[in-house]
């Protein structure tokens, strides 16, 4: 297969999640906006927003500075794990070190956000979907790098099936309200966040 076949078929392999997550939205609004009200989307959106922001200024966009050096290194691969390694530990340290502040601040964060203090569990959620969230799209630009566009589009598409199952599940059936929607976007960042480390793992590690 010439190059440019592969790109051609890289190009349709990339769209595949582009068009689920087009698609799923059509299926759920209809539903899910007969258990919540626009107040409670726009709740979700404020405190995910807000937690989006705080996580990457901390993390310095140090994963996307990753990604010019990615390619100054590739040809090494020790120099690409020591790479990927260090600017995964800051950004997950980095993490770790702001998520005690923001619970004892989640609170302040949701009079101030939000405009009520009652909301600090959503801050709390928001915030640990944020962090997976940007260190699963980490790992995902990798593998665009990388060119691996079948391992991209199939993490990503399950990361969006999954999710909508949950926000069903979670808003339909267990009726959990505007909570469901923040802990759907959690628990889905999460499994597929572990199921892509698990997959970098045995890749850079050699086993």
């Not at 340290?93 to 600090?120: E, Q, R």
Request: hydrophobic share 55%; glycine share 2%; proline share 2%.
């Amino acid at each position: 297969m010439s190059t440019a076949q592969i790109k051609i078929k890289n190009i349709f392999t990339y769209l595949i999640p582009s068009i689920v997550s087009n698609i799923l939205p059509f299926i759920s609004m209809p539903i899910i906006t007969r258990f919540l009200l626009p107040r409670d989307f726009g709740i979700v959106a404020l405190a995910t927003s807000t937690m989006t922001i705080v996580v990457t200024f901390f993390v310095f966009n140090v994963d996307y500075a990753t990604q010019r050096y990615y390619f100054e290194h590739r040809e090494s691969k020790e120099k690409v794990n020591n790479l990927l390694t260090t600017t995964f530990i800051y950004m997950a340290a980095m993490m770790l070190l702001l998520f005690p502040l923001v619970i004892i601040l989640s609170g302040l964060i949701s009079a101030f956000v939000i405009g009520a203090d009652n909301y600090s569990a959503v801050v709390v959620i928001a915030y640990i979907s944020s962090c997976f969230s940007v260190l699963l799209n980490f790992m995902l630009i990798l593998y665009r790098l990388m060119e691996r566009s079948k391992e991209y589009s199939a993490l990503t598409t399950v990361n969006v099936i999954t999710n909508f199952v949950l926000t069903m599940f979670m808003i339909a059936f267990l009726r959990m309200g505007y909570i469901g929607l923040v802990l759907a976007a959690m628990i889905s960042q999460a499994i597929v966040f572990f199921i892509t480390f698990s997959k970098f793992m045995k890749e850079f590690s050699g086993r």
